[in-house]
T-cell receptor, first 113, second 111 residues
Framework: NAGVTQTPKFRILKIGQSMTLQCAQD?????MYWYRQDPGMGLKLIYY???????DKGEVPNGYNVSRSTTEDFPLRLELAAPSQTSVYFC????????????FGEGSRLTVL | AQSVTQLGSHVSVSEGALVLLRCNYS??????LFWYVQYPNQGLQLLLK??????LVKGINGFEAEFKKSETSFHLTKPSAHMSDAAEYFC?????????FGTGTRLTIIP
């Protein structure tokens, strides 16, 4: 079982560049999430989706965009990268049950120089 | 809005000693609470979850947590620490569609 797959695992960007972090899940989960993790700060929600065609902002959406054209994929786009976006990004998914836990990918480490 | 507070960003215990990681929650409705563990350079994986079925919840790797409504707490315990328990631990609370995480507690095991 692949679960939640994130690519790339590592990336270095220059200030002002753009890129897309890919996330795919094979568990037929409706709910998908993007978090960023910074040392001592825990995980902060960037965007989430409750199903194909539906997305909503989380706690820290500025500088990011998402789309959800299929149930399986939930890419995160960074436009005009800034040093403040240096972080580890995690994609996660879950079923629609209230008790359903999140299943996480292994993370994408992004450095903006 | 729901939130969680983890007391102690770093906890050190000797191998074989009791592990106690503290989590207090704030929620306007009966909460769904979770503990996750993160090993170095990996994603988070579920240790256990509280879904109102029982106040004492048993998880993987010998961990358990007790939901105490009167104290708004959901502390994580393990009777005897093992070297493999060294990791970062996150408490989280479900609010609607979103899961809100605490800032984490890094657990170090002293041989």
């Amino acid at each position: 079982n692949a679960g939640v797959t994130q690519t790339p695992k590592f990336r270095i960007l220059k200030i002002g560049q753009s890129m897309t972090l890919q996330c795919a899940q094979d568990m037929n989960h409706n709910y998908m999430y993007w978090y960023r993790q910074d040392p001592g700060m825990g995980l902060k929600l960037i965007y989430y989706s409750v199903g194909a065609g539906i997305t909503d902002k989380g706690e820290v959406p500025n500088g990011y965009n998402v789309s959800r054209s299929t149930t399986e994929d939930f890419p995160l786009r960074l436009e005009l990268a800034a040093p403040s976006q240096t972080s580890v990004y995690f994609c996660a998914s879950r079923t629609g049950q209230n008790t359903g836990e999140l299943f996480f990918g292994e993370g994408s480490r992004l450095t903006v120089l | 809005a729901q939130s969680v507070t983890q007391l102690g960003s770093h906890v050190s215990v000797s191998e074989g000693a009791l592990v106690l990681l503290r989590c207090n929650y704030s929620s306007s409705v009966p909460p769904y609470l979770f503990w996750y563990v993160q090993y170095p350079n990996q994603g988070l994986q579920l240790l256990l979850k509280y879904t109102s079925a029982a106040t004492l919840v048993k998880g993987i790797n010998g961990f358990e947590a007790e939901f105490k409504k009167s104290e708004t707490s959901f502390h994580l315990t393990k009777p005897s620490a093992h070297m493999s328990d060294a990791a970062e631990y996150f408490c989280a609370v479900r609010g609607g569609e979103k899961l809100t995480f605490g800032t984490g507690t890094r657990l170090t095991i002293i041989p």
